[in-house]
Structures are given as C-alpha cells and as structure tokens.
C-alpha cells in the first residue's frame, strides 16, 4: 500500500513510521497540511482532486493524519474538513478527523470520557474570569490548562488565590476558554498506555523530576516499563473507544486514595519515551493496523446476506 503521511514536518516519528513502511513492503510519503489543495469542478460544484503539490491525496491507499500544524480558525477548519473528505471517498484516514475532533479539544474529551462512565478530575470549563476563579477558590490546588495543547505546554499549576487571579486576569488578555482542573496528588508519576487496534500494546510510568509536578517525558520526567492491572488495561481501551480512535496514548493517574483517573487520550501521540523504555516497534504496529483497517476497506461487502428471507 501507498500511504500519505499528513504532518506538521518531518522528524523522528515520521522516519519510524517511513521505517516501518518500507519493511514491510509499503511506501509513504510525508505532506504538509499547508500543502492541501482542493479543485473544485462546474456543474454540481463537487470536489474532483486533493493534493499537495504534485501528490493526488486520493490516490493513496491511506492517509495517517499526524500533528496538524496550528493555524488560524480558518486554516485548521479547513484541514480537517479535508480529512473528513478523504475518508468521506473511501481513502481510510487513521486516525479519523472524528476522533481527532474529540481528542483535541480537552472539554470535549473529559466530557466523553465522563459520559463513557470513566473517572476524570473535577473540571470548570467556562469564559468568564469570574467563574474561572470562582472554581480555583472552590477546589483550592488546581492546574489551569489551554483547552487546546498537548506535552504539558502552557500548563499553570496554582493554589494561592493571589496567583491565581493574577494568571487568570493574564489569560483573560488572549481570549481563551479556561479549563480549570482540581490537582489529584499522584506522587509525581502518571502511566502513559498506548492503545493500537483494540489492544494495549504497552505502558510506561512516568515520573516527573525532582521538585517538579509534571511527568512528561519531554519536559524532563523519566520512564520505564509498566505492567498493567487488568482493570487498568480496560480504563484504556474503553477511553480509546470513546474518542473513537484506531490508536492513543492515554494518560491515567492513580492518586493516593488509590481512585485511578483518564487524564487525557491523546489521538496523535507521542511514543518516542515509550518505545525507548520498552523496546516496542510502535510505528510497526501502526503500520499494521493501518494496513488491516486497508484490508477491511477493500473487501467486498456481501449483498446477500442483506437481502429479506
């Protein structure tokens, strides 16, 4: 199979996953989202092509939607509504724009994942500086996060109410939607999962450094192999399954009364700490899982079995 790698640019996940490709007989080539160029006939008006530069994103026989570079509101509705295209022609996207919908937006996942019946965090999600601080004086250790991020960036942890006003009256300058989240004391370790085709294919615990609270293994936190409970193997694949994703990284973070949260699922993860901690080929599996979701694409649907006795 052919695959179009869509990312934000290249480096070491894109070379894994070129890597795995190219050992299991398969070629793939890296395209920027900036790239996309959509050819609009007469007549009905119907999209006829979608490439970047000379490359007919229909012509692949899949397309592995990684990071979307930000942009402004027009430039990143416009992406994904071209993943939603493509899947909408019969090109398999993996993960789906769907998923990435859900999992991006950090309202939206602990919504589901609230609705899937998994424990998350106490959460405010509002507009108002009022209301914002109104949740950081009523949960006193909280961790205010963009409602858009991932690796731990633009995080602020704060428990003093002073603090707190001054970086909620900081934020209310850039017009963001505050997502205020009451602190669950971990001990400084989380377990990052990473969920590919309906399995967990492995787990890492994640310690953060010393005098420092977040684990993120590219802000510093260290890694190593983790055996998962049972339970916690399920808490993965059910979060997964509610974002809707072929594979994820889900966070889950047990605090000292022994209450195991889903922090996050993450649809376009990162899995270089994970793999070097384990020894895992994860962009093999994916490549796998791919080609399986390209297999089930191409299969002829019996009509039959449809038919009224």
Same mark, same amino acid.
């Given at each position: 199979?052919?695959?179009?790698?869509l990312?934000a640019?290249?480096?070491?996940?894109?070379? *894994?996953?070129?890597?795995?490709?190219?050992?299991?007989?398969?070629?793939? %080539?890296?395209?920027?989202?900036?790239?996309?160029l959509?050819?609009?006939g007469?007549?009905?008006?119907?999209?006829?092509? !979608?490439?970047?530069?000379?490359?007919e994103? !229909? #012509?692949?026989?899949?397309v592995l939607?990684?990071?979307?570079?930000?942009?402004?509101l027009?430039?990143m509705?416009y992406?994904?509504?071209?993943?939603?295209?493509?899947?909408?022609?019969g =090109?398999?996207?993996?993960?789906?724009?769907k998923?990435?919908?859900?999992?991006v937006?950090?309202?939206y996942?602990?919504a !589901?994942?609230?609705?899937?019946?998994?424990?998350?965090?106490?959460?405010? =999600?509002?507009?108002? @500086?009022a209301?914002?601080?109104?949740?950081?004086?009523?949960m006193?250790?909280?961790?205010?996060?963009?409602?858009?991020?991932?690796?731990?960036?633009?995080m602020?942890r704060?428990?003093?109410p002073? =603090?707190a006003?001054?970086?909620v009256r900081s934020?209310?300058?850039? %017009?963001?939607?505050?997502y205020?989240?009451? @602190?669950v004391?971990?001990?400084?370790?989380?377990?990052?999962?990473?969920?590919?085709?309906?399995?967990v !294919?492995?787990?890492i615990?994640?310690?953060a450094?010393?005098? *420092?609270?977040?684990?993120?293994?590219?802000l510093?936190?260290?890694?190593?192999?983790?055996?998962?409970?049972?339970s916690?193997?399920?808490?993965?694949?059910?979060?997964?399954?509610?974002m809707?994703? #072929?594979?994820a990284? =889900?966070d889950?973070?047990?605090s000292r009364?022994g209450?195991?949260?889903?922090?996050?699922?993450?649809?376009v993860?990162?899995?270089q700490?994970?793999?070097?901690?384990?020894?895992i080929?994860?962009a093999?599996a994916?490549?796998?899982?791919?080609?399986?979701r390209?297999?089930?694409?191409?299969?002829p649907? #019996?009509?039959?079995?449809?038919?009224?006795?």
């Amino acid at each position: 199979m052919h695959v179009a790698i869509l990312n934000a640019g290249t480096g070491w996940h894109t070379d *894994q996953l070129g890597r795995a490709l190219a050992e299991r007989g398969h070629t793939g %080539r890296v395209l920027p989202y900036e790239g996309l160029l959509a050819r609009l006939g007469t007549g009905r008006g119907v999209v006829r092509g !979608l490439s970047v530069g000379t490359d007919e994103i !229909l #012509d692949a026989d899949a397309v592995l939607a990684r990071i979307i570079p930000s942009g402004s509101l027009e430039q990143m509705i416009y992406r994904v509504d071209a993943l939603h295209w493509i899947e909408e022609r019969g =090109v398999p996207v993996m993960n789906s724009p769907k998923a990435l919908e859900r999992s991006v937006d950090k309202f939206y996942t602990t919504a !589901l994942l609230q609705e899937a019946g998994l424990s998350t965090p106490e959460t405010v =999600v509002c507009e108002g @500086t009022a209301e914002a601080m109104a949740a950081v004086l009523a949960m006193g250790d909280v961790v205010i996060k963009p409602i858009f991020g991932s690796m731990g960036h633009g995080m602020v942890r704060v428990s003093d109410p002073d =603090v707190a006003f001054r970086v909620v009256r900081s934020l209310e300058q850039l %017009r963001i939607v505050f997502y205020v989240q009451r @602190t669950v004391d971990h001990g400084g370790r989380d377990v990052r999962v990473l969920v590919i085709g309906g399995r967990v !294919l492995g787990a890492i615990e994640r310690r953060a450094p010393e005098g *420092q609270w977040r684990t993120n293994v590219s802000l510093g936190g260290s890694a190593q192999p983790f055996e998962l409970p049972t339970s916690w193997e399920q808490l993965a694949l059910q979060a997964t399954a509610a974002m809707g994703a #072929d594979y994820a990284g =889900v966070d889950l973070l047990q605090s000292r009364d022994g209450t195991v949260f889903v922090l996050e699922v993450n649809a376009v993860p990162g899995w270089q700490g994970l793999q070097q901690a384990t020894g895992i080929d994860v962009a093999g599996a994916i490549v796998e899982c791919l080609a399986e979701r390209v297999r089930a694409s191409a299969a002829p649907v #019996d009509r039959i079995a449809e038919l009224p006795a």
